[in-house]
């Protein structure tokens, strides 16, 4: 969750920093920190709680100026969020470490340590690992063996960035379980947690893989195995433009995210269908003789990502009639699971590095599935990596903490998931030209669907005083349901849960009386009646009945009744996108009009790296 950057070059490197740190705020965080290395060598260090800017304006009191440094964001684990607890760490003021992750055994080293006369000043598991490549130092006088030793006796997930006054010219990172990106310029080297930091200064990466150890140096990199051998790592140039965390004219960036919705989708589409055919070569090579073997699709996400898998679940077993379900990754990782013959594993995530559906993925690969299939947002993340099929997203960089066109667009993969199956079991009946026909219009019909947005700021001002709140869906729609509540909750802290409608009368219904807003989703399907009795209980009981209909729905507004009619009809392959705009539209107005902070929303983070 947290964010590293590091710099080694010639010239000062902390206006890099902070901007590398800027670019890596959507990460979520609650206090930030600098440590630099000046031209003679010497340590010097600011930290402070909040914003970044706040420690900026700390360095403007204090200034730091040198040829290489760390800093950080951090999200607490370990400890409250403070000053002596924010990173960058020290020991003995002479070596300084970032660190992102959690250390499992960080109680038995700090007993350790204390007995050897270490005194701790800061309550995280990160003070442990400094202390320790310290006494490590001492006996190796390297710094890259010190940090080797240290990870050696390390449990649990971690990326470390490590700079000394012993070896003032290098920063060494390690990498078990988060990610770490090392950008290389021209006669200076960059370290960061995510490729976003460092756009503004390169566009070429190499990426460490578990276990990996590198040693960055102005002119040189090098990466050693946990084993110590020497790594020759490909360079990859990333296809994102440094402005892709401008908000523009937005004023916030889930703001900016749902609006570039029709964008992002058509971008999910492009060079992956061809005269109303989906293009099979979209998921890797192999994919076809994969997708003539699967006879059942097994799910594990979380969060936003959770509900996208849910919603494909309705639709891969209406329209391709096999077995879906899926799992939160969280379980998942904790359970044994029955394999079925010929199941496919799928993994869903944003950006690609969530450690319950990482771990998930890596426990599926050794679990008897027929394949496994990451769809991502990310293309240099370690879960694209390591899967075996892959489905890019191309939803571009997402900055707000809350998804939107990260999820719309895994909607879309799943859509052209659905489509492949199908064709691939030969479903008697299934119109393949159709199906296709309808993912190729979603641009088109999310653009049409923001044309809401006037009329849902509307009536966000009758959600602004409520404590709690109720969506409803039937179908892949309860999926939809489950998100909107999400993003309620998220971004404007009003307490919301969705249902299956029909499962009000199982107990929900007890909470409905005229302050608990009831929001639904109805799209004209065969549930359509059902979910008309449905609200009828709602309004029954006093309820305040907010429904977003489809143009062809039925229902007409009325006292503790108010039908929003969607501009566009759409197809069950199409409702869960077109029916999650509104509902994003909806988060967003509330949370604008109750004065949260949108994109950075509190407790949240963005990359979700530790379990």
């Known amino acids: 969750m947290c964010g590293i950057v590091g710099v080694v070059a010639e010239r000062n490197v902390v206006p890099i920093l902070l901007e590398g740190l800027r670019r890596l705020e959507y990460r979520g965080y609650d206090s930030a920190g600098v440590a630099v290395l000046d031209a003679a060598g010497k340590l010097g260090r600011v930290r402070s709680v909040g914003k970044v800017q706040t420690l900026a304006d700390a360095l403007d009191r204090e200034p730091l100026v040198g040829p290489t440094g760390i800093a950080h964001t951090r999200w607490a684990t370990h400890g409250e969020p403070s000053t002596r607890n924010a990173h960058p760490h020290v ?51 390297d710094l890259v063996a010190a940090v080797r030793k240290t990870v050696a006796e390390l449990q649990g997930a971690f990326a470390l960035a490590v700079i000394a006054e012993a070896d003032p010219g290098c920063i060494v990172v390690a990498r078990q379980g988060c990610p770490v990106v090392i950008g290389l310029g021209i006669g200076e080297n960059f370290v960061a947690s995510d490729v976003i930091a460092l756009l503004p200064v390169t566009r070429r990466f190499q990426f460490l893989d578990e276990g990996e150890i590198a040693e960055v140096r102005r002119r040189s990199v090098t990466i050693r195995d946990a084993a110590g051998q020497v ?34 989708i058509a971008q999910t589409l492009e060079g992956r269908i061809a005269a109303h055919h989906l293009l099979e070569a979209a998921f890797g090579p192999g994919a076809s003789a994969v997708l003539d073997r699967v006879r059942a699709v097994h799910f594990a996400a979380c969060g936003t990502s959770y509900h996208a898998g849910l919603a494909a679940c309705y639709l891969i077993e209406h329209y391709c009639r096999i077995p879906a379900r899926i799992e939160y990754a969280s379980e998942y990782r904790y359970r044994n699971p029955v394999v079925t013959p010929d199941t496919l594993f799928v993994a869903i995530s944003q950006s690609g590095e969530t450690a319950d559906t990482l771990a998930a993925l890596r426990i599926a690969r050794q679990s008897g599935y027929l394949s496994t299939l990451t769809i991502c947002n990310v293309p240099e993340s370690s879960m694209v990596r390591e899967s075996q099929l892959v489905m890019l997203t191309r939803a571009g960089t997402e900055i707000g903490v809350a ?16 489509i492949a199956l199908a064709k691939h079991r030969r479903v008697p009946g299934f119109d393949e030209a159709a199906r296709v026909g309808e993912i190729e219009h979603l641009p088109t019909l999310v653009e049409k669907t923001l044309a809401l947005d006037p009329l849902i700021r509307q009536i966000a001002e009758r959600f602004v005083d409520k404590h709690h709140a109720l969506f409803l869906g039937r179908g892949a729609l309860h999926a939809i349901a489950m998100e909107g509540a999400l993003k309620l909750k998220e971004i404007s802290y009003i307490h919301a849960e969705a249902y299956a409608a029909a499962e009000l009368k199982h107990g929900p219904l007890a909470l409905v009386d005229e302050d608990m807003p009831v929001v639904a989703v109805a ?15 709602v309004r029954a009981r006093g309820g305040e009945l907010y429904v977003f209909a489809d143009p062809a729905v ?16 759409s197809s069950a392959m199409q409702a869960p996108v077109a029916f999650t705009v509104p509902l994003q539209l909806l988060a967003y107005h509330v949370a604008i009009l109750k004065g949260t902070d949108v994109d950075q929303p509190r407790n949240l983070a963005k990359s979700v790296t530790v379990e």
């Open 231 to 264: 790594v020759h790592r490909a360079i990859r140039e990333s296809e994102l433009s440094a402005d892709a965390v401008e908000r523009g004219p937005y004023r916030h960036f889930m703001q900016k995210e749902i609006h570039e919705q029709p964008r992002a």
């Open 91 to 141: 020991s003995a003021d002479r070596i300084a470490i970032v660190h992102n992750g959690i250390i499992e055994n960080h109680e038995a080293l700090r007993g350790e340590l204390t007995g050897l006369g270490y005194v701790f000043q800061s309550d995280t598991d990160t003070e442990v690992v400094v202390h320790r490549i310290h006494h490590h130092l001492g006996a190796t006088r």
């Open 523 to 537: 799209p004209n399907n065969d549930l359509l009646e059902k979910l008309k009795s449905n609200l009828q209980e």
């Open 554 to 569: 039925d229902i007409e507004s009325a006292d503790g009744l108010r039908v929003i009619e969607m501009p566009v009809a």
């Open 403 to 418: 998804s939107t066109k990260a999820f719309t667009t895994q909607l879309t993969a799943l859509g052209m998931l659905t």
